[in-house]
């Protein structure tokens, strides 16, 4: 029985109509749980229509085969746009051959009516075999409903197959879920605060609903050797993961009306509508985006605590090295607490009447990085509201928040807290950025969780291999009183939590409130608040020259002390890195670190002078051995350079740029391109002209490359050297060797007028899709007379996108201005591009600053 192509007409209309009717209901109710089961009700018609017209009239034949609903599907989970997971059982192999043609047919006729078939085929004895490579299959078959065909055939596989095949490989089984399921976290940076989270499969999301079910369910049924009659879950976290599940089915159908396919992230943009909306939130008052992000987050804190806790829980679940090591963390028992499979339990269940047991708990925890068993987290629970009353304060509470942000595992103790609602409860002036989102477009992470991040960070250094992370946990080691630098990390974004203010001086303000309650030593307190008060200074003079002396004086004045200067580098370099995986780039890193040491030897006078003097002499007397013949043209070539010059350039390097400046009598523009290990360098020694810097940058925009960093140097008799570091966005010369010639001649060709690079970059921008900004940026321009003594700097703050540097190089050339340093920072869709600016051989006048800034709005006005 072939169905009829009027039959596919027919249902294809029926699933349109329902499809529509179903979304008018949602968006009238908002009940996501409503949803799912409708458009489940409705696939299930349309595939019983399909069995009866291909299959067999009577949906409870033919014998041997059976239609088996997996998975969501089987769960009655159905979002609007999910796949249908499907099993197609057979009770042998000669089944399997006998049914393969309708098999084929019915899955054919679901693909036309454009429902999204995920099917497997199995055979009884398949489904008895655990696959190590597949632990999703089996998984998928604790969902499983009978849809049509055979049902004895599938009380077989329901009643006995599946029970059995649990008992036998329980073990397996979880340890599978549990690897999975930490690989899927570790993809999102083990954290459920992200500014625009996947709310099903990052972690708190609902894969991790199932996978607590599952867990819980897997668990019993080894024990029972049969399906529990009811969940497995413990009545309170049964009725929270209920609630958090409301809550994201409510979203997910949202997003997928919204999207109209099977999209799953929450995007800012997404986020505003579904606080427009109420989302999930029905009955409550008008929320704003962030509110809305708040419940979810709460929901989604629920849910990982729920899972994290059965991973802990289940010993079978864990890795051998895990057992090993948890084994080993059971010797770690005390008079307060005893250690069971890394788990901590209170020896006395009515300790924590006593505040200073409670905070000698998390203290323990940050020491020896175990977590808490699930019946002590509810200790802690009920133990609350008595706390609320008569909080911990005053400098007994300092002494342990400071032991306890000296441990190495306190980032994790202070999550704990947090989640547990205790860390506000000390802290209110925290409160403010729980799970706050901040849009900007380069931070990745909740306020809290980045602070959180920033202090993790600086505790792994210890165990780092990296040579960068090795020096600066040595200067971690140096510091004094580390302590300070970890309170001003939790503190020093608080003020973001204050809207339409200066976010610095803000958290200053709570700082000095939580300080208050802390009581905090004066001098400490001032440590801590000029580190909340500088934190952003130390990136803000990487957009300078860092090789002049006068901004590493300036900078240096600023930081006053040693330990202040290594406070503050320590704090910068954790800040950076708690914002994105990407955002400390190793360049970034280094820079850091240069500007730390100019600054410390400045501050230790003798040392400065000795360090960099013999630097400078070291290279040039490096230079001369080199060139030993050549000690006029030598002298030539870098009269009129400036010394940052040779501070960025080795002494090979300095002697390639020379010979190329040597054969410019030949060749007008020559060309250097090479592959370092983070991005390309191009270098191009010429003779100085106008709109050099600019056609250059243009260049590289035409090829679609991204400018990392630049560096313009000119010397006394017009020879310019011009270096550029750029990444491939395309991977073009990464996969054609071919093009590294043609992009080389391309250089040339427009810098010597014989190319089009106007063509080039319409050509460019044709090919590219505009990318929508998600944050608007406001463009700034800033001039800064006094950090140089020989220029004039200037900042542009801009929206990134393609050409920009070319478009502001250009513009600076139509000003008569000439570039003699550019420093190129890019944060998100920000951009921030430092400019040294000379004209006729001076700084710009403050007439000719305006006219130029008057020309830069003029230019990066919003297209």
Known sequence: MVAASSLIGELRGSINDESARIQREFETSGDGRACVSQRTRMVEEILARLWRDIVSPDESRPANFTLVATGGFGRGWLFPFSDIDLLFLFNDRDAEQAFKDPVRRFSQEVWDLRLKLSPASRTLAECDRYDPNNTEFTISLLDCRCLAGDRDLFRKLHDKVIPKLVMKESKVLLQGLAEVTRER???????????????KEAPGGLRDCNVANWLALISAMDKLHDWPEASSLRPPVRKQLDAAIDFLMSARCFLHFRHGRDDNTLSWESQDEAAARKIGATGTEELSAADWMRIYFGHARAVQRTVTQLLEEIPEAWSALYRQVQSWRSRLTTADFSVVDGLIFLQQPSALQDPEVLLRLFHFMAHHGLKLSATTEYRIEQALPALAATPPRGAELWLYLQETLLQPYAADALRAMHSLRLLTLLLPE????????????????????????????????????????????????????????????????????????????????????????????????AE???????????????????FDPGTVAAFAEKMGTPERLKMLALLTYADIKAVNPEALTPWKAENVWQLYMAADNYLNRSADQRVHTEANDEKLARLRSLAPVTGSKFKAFLEGFPQRYLLVHTAEEVMRHMQMAEDLGNDPVLVDLKRGRHWYDLTLVTKDRPFLFATLSGVLAAWGMNIVKANAFSNSAGVVVDTFHFTDRFRTLELNLSEWARFKISVVSIMLGE??????????????????????????????????????????????????LHRIASCLSDQKCNIEIALIDTEGQMAIDTFYLTSGGQKLKPEHQKQVERALLGELKAE
């Open 755 to 804: 190319a089009d690079l106007e063509k080039m970059l319409r050509d460019r921008q044709r090919s590219e899709k505009g990318v929508i900004a998600k944050v608007k940026v406001e463009t700034k321009i800033e001039f800064d007379d006094a950090s140089s003594a020989t220029t004039t700097l200037v900042q542009v703050i801009a929206q990134d996108r393609p050409r920009l």
């Open 528 to 546: 801590v608040l000029f580190l909340i008060a500088n934190h952003l200074e130390l990136s803000a003079t990487l957009r300078r020259d860092i």
């Open 185 to 199: 976290h570790s993809k999102y940076g083990m954290t459920l605060y992200h500014l625009e989270p996947n709310l």
């Open 430 to 525: 925290l409160k403010v950025i729980d799970s706050l989102v901040v849009r900007d477009f380069y931070h990745r992470f909740t306020v809290d969780e980045h602070s959180f991040l920033a202090i993790e960070s600086l505790h792994r250094l210890k165990q780092s291999q990296s040579e960068w992370d090795k020096r600066y946990g040595e200067l971690l080691g140096e510091l004094e009183d580390p302590e300070l630098l970890y309170l001003a990390l939790l503190l020093h974004d608080t003020g973001k939590g204050v809207p339409n203010g200066n976010h610095v001086q803000t958290s200053l303000d709570i700082a000095n409130q939580a300080m208050d309650r802390l009581d905090v030593d004066p001098k400490e307190r």
